[in-house]
């Protein structure tokens, strides 16, 4: 059984071991750190923040995609279709997971749909899983313009995003070594996950 402990803002940073050996972060294979979660978790924000932190390259897969692809992420659904983007999504991650080099990569919040994704996140880095409520999910969206780049949000209502949420976390906590409830500000969860994960990748 994998375990994926909580911890959270103001809380005492622990992490258990999903295979018990004490192997989770092992050099040769899972060197990165991703971070998930939904829409408005912070993935972008606190993933900048945790690469100063923790010295490592920072990846946001969203801005790569967007330049690559020379087009918006509203641009590219609507020239491909969901379908498009997740095939860009899925490709990169692939390239990142081969990478050599460390890295922070912050993730658009529907990788973790494909089985081949949750996958890689898992064997190739050690998954944090940015947890906040939805009810504060649909406040921070709606009052920063999150509809600027998230064709999806721009689509759902409140219900359907809140369906599409309830769907989601579950494939979030399946492939997630860590729970943060990332309620505090961004500077405390890169510093309170930089100790955590300094801590994995030591042992
Ligand atoms: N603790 C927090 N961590 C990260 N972002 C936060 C936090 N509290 C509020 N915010 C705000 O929430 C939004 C998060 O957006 P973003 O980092 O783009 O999320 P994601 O990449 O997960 O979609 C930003 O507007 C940020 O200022
Ligand atoms: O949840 C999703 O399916 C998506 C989340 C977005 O990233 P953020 O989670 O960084 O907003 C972006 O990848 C795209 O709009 C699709
Ligand atoms: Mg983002």
């Given at each position: 059984?994998?375990?994926?402990?909580?911890?959270?803002?103001?809380?005492?940073?622990?992490?258990s071991d999903r295979q018990g050996d004490g192997n989770r972060a092992d050099a040769r294979g899972r060197r990165h750190v991703y971070l998930v979660g939904f829409m408005g978790a912070g993935k972008s924000t606190v993933g900048r923040l945790l690469a100063r932190e923790l010295g490592r390259r920072?990846?946001?897969m969203d801005t790569e995609i967007v330049r690559e692809a020379r087009r918006s992420i509203a641009a590219i659904f609507a020239a491909e279709g969901e379908e498009g983007f997740r095939r860009r999504e899925a490709?990169?991650?692939?390239?990142?997971?081969?990478?050599?080099?460390?890295?922070?990569?912050?993730?658009?919040?529907g990788?973790?749909?494909r089985p081949e994704n949750r996958e890689r996140l898992r064997a190739s880095g050690i998954v944090v899983y940015?947890?906040?409520?939805?009810?504060?999910?649909?406040?921070?969206?709606?009052?920063s313009g999150g509809h600027s780049d998230r064709p999806l949000f721009s689509l759902d209502d409140e219900a359907s995003l809140r369906e599409r949420f309830r769907t989601r976390e579950a494939l979030y906590r399946e492939v997630a070594d860590l729970v943060y409830a990332n309620l505090d500000t961004p500077e405390?969860?890169?510093?309170?996950?930089?100790?955590t994960l300094k801590g994995f990748f030591c042992r």
């Open positions: 059984m994998r375990d994926a402990s909580p911890v959270g803002s103001g809380g005492d940073a622990r992490a920072w990846v946001d490709e990169l991650l692939a390239r990142l997971a081969e990478e050599e080099t460390p890295l922070v990569v912050s993730t658009g919040g990788v973790v749909l940015l947890e906040v409520p939805f009810s504060n999910l649909w406040k921070r969206l709606s009052e405390r969860a890169a510093a309170d996950l930089a100790r």
